[in-house]
């Protein structure tokens, strides 16, 4: 077995410095600092540096780290989703000490690598209702390839990172929204990249559920100019209205007072007109969307054409857990 992320997770957490969180793509890494200063956090720098074509993400994450002066503080890197798998298990009949192991020949036959190529972590499932049948609990299980995760980690080292967590994109999200009032009540909160979109539910900072969506902002943008009367664009909307109504759903009949009261729209990188109003016509949910510098002090910092780049890495940046993911 290959050295698992999950030793990383017990390290300590930030110091005065505040904590660092890393969102790196393609085009370019995001970084944010997070001061907590008692139970408040705050911003207190974030950047988007574009990666220069024909360089390395290693080029411009250096130089961004010794930006940060001889003491930068933990770092908490966020994985993308194609990166690892999710996937919900029943909860082994086995005692603690044995858990991990048991998870691992759990999920053996439903990942898409072999079992001793895999990294794997695990997070609880709040208990379901369980309509007068006996039903274990759930596990959600993180998936990813070792060797990735080995490589994220020298390159990181590599940079100056002191890295405290590899976490991922779901529960960056669930930092962010753990911050708005509509968490107590429960929300959805629907993430947009270009490429895919994650559907995740939460309630007191506890995610219940998350589903990736094969449709993103890029697609509704291409979709938006095209010249067919808007009929692409409502064929999405109408299947991403689908995959949320299916989520609320579940999670109602599932989970005993959850009952999520609005959809939280996180920055995209495209505006897209029509998504709120249509999103809150199919729900029959009020749609709001999530500002970072209404949230966090000092996200004033952040131009507000950047908040879609720097949203996870502020995330990762609020991560503040002793434990596992």
């Given at each position: 077995?290959?050295?698992?992320?999950?030793?990383?997770?017990?390290?300590?957490?930030?110091?005065?410095?505040?904590?660092?969180?890393?969102?790196?793509q393609p085009d370019g890494v995001a970084m944010a600092r997070v001061l907590r200063q008692g139970a408040t956090p705050k911003v207190t720098s974030c950047e988007f540096r574009p990666i220069p074509i024909g360089s390395e993400p290693a080029f411009v994450l250096r130089a961004m780290i010794n930006g940060l002066g001889p003491d930068p503080g933990p770092c908490n890197y966020v994985m993308p989703p194609q990166e690892y798998q999710t996937l919900l298990v029943d909860?082994?009949?086995?005692?603690?000490?044995?858990?991990?192991?048991?998870?691992?020949?759990?999920?053996?036959?439903?990942?898409?690598?072999?079992?001793?190529?895999?990294?794997?972590?695990?997070?609880?499932?709040?208990?379901?209702?369980?309509?007068?049948?006996?039903?274990?609990?759930?596990?959600?299980?993180?998936?990813?390839?070792?060797?990735?995760?080995?490589?994220?980690?020298?390159?990181?080292?590599?940079?100056?990172?002191?890295?405290?967590?590899?976490?991922?994109?779901?529960?960056?999200?669930?930092?962010?929204?753990?911050?708005?009032?509509?968490?107590?009540?429960?929300?959805?909160?629907?993430?947009?990249?270009?490429?895919?979109?994650?559907?995740?539910?939460?309630?007191?900072?506890?995610?219940?559920?998350?589903?990736?969506?094969?449709?993103?902002?890029?697609?509704?943008?291409?979709?938006?100019?095209?010249?067919?009367?808007?009929?692409?664009?409502?064929?999405?909307?109408?299947?991403?209205?689908?995959?949320?109504?299916?989520?609320?759903?579940?999670?109602?009949?599932?989970?005993?007072?959850?009952?999520?009261?609005?959809?939280?729209?996180?920055?995209?990188?495209?505006?897209?007109?029509?998504?709120?109003?249509?999103?809150?016509?199919?729900?029959?949910?009020?749609?709001?969307?999530?500002?970072?510098?209404?949230?966090?002090?000092?996200?004033?910092?952040?131009?507000?054409?950047?908040?879609?780049?720097?949203?996870?890495?502020?995330?990762?940046?609020?991560?503040?857990?002793?434990?596992?993911?």
């Amino acid at each position: 077995m290959k050295s698992s992320v999950f030793n990383i997770f017990r390290r300590k957490s930030a110091g005065g410095s505040g904590t660092i969180g890393l969102w790196v793509q393609p085009d370019g890494v995001a970084m944010a600092r997070v001061l907590r200063q008692g139970a408040t956090p705050k911003v207190t720098s974030c950047e988007f540096r574009p990666i220069p074509i024909g360089s390395e993400p290693a080029f411009v994450l250096r130089a961004m780290i010794n930006g940060l002066g001889p003491d930068p503080g933990p770092c908490n890197y966020v994985m993308p989703p194609q990166e690892y798998q999710t996937l919900l298990v029943d909860t082994p009949d086995v005692s603690a000490s044995e858990m991990r192991e048991a998870v691992r020949w759990k999920v053996h036959d439903l990942i898409d690598m072999p079992l001793n190529d895999a990294t794997i972590d695990v997070f609880d499932i709040p208990e379901q209702i369980n309509h007068g049948e006996e039903r274990p609990r759930s596990l959600c299980v993180v998936v990813s390839a070792s060797d990735l995760i080995e490589q994220k980690v020298s390159l990181l080292t590599r940079c100056g990172c002191q890295l405290s967590a590899i976490d991922i994109t779901e529960m960056s999200l669930r930092n962010l929204s753990a911050l708005q009032l509509q968490d107590k009540e429960g929300q959805v909160v629907l993430h947009m990249e270009e490429e895919y979109s994650l559907v995740v539910i939460t309630k007191l900072a506890t995610i219940y559920l998350s589903r990736r969506v094969s449709i993103g902002s890029l697609n509704f943008k291409n979709a938006q100019t095209r010249d067919d009367n808007g009929a692409e664009a409502a064929r999405l909307l109408e299947i991403l209205s689908e995959e949320l109504y299916r989520s609320l759903e579940y999670c109602e009949s599932r989970f005993q007072g959850l009952a999520p009261s609005t959809i939280t729209l996180t920055p995209a990188a495209y505006q897209l007109s029509g998504l709120s109003q249509g999103l809150s016509e199919a729900s029959a949910l009020p749609v709001n969307h999530l500002d970072l510098e209404s949230l966090l002090p000092g996200a004033n910092k952040i131009p507000a054409e950047r908040q879609s780049a720097c949203l996870l890495a502020v995330g990762a940046a609020l991560r503040h857990e002793q434990t596992t993911l």
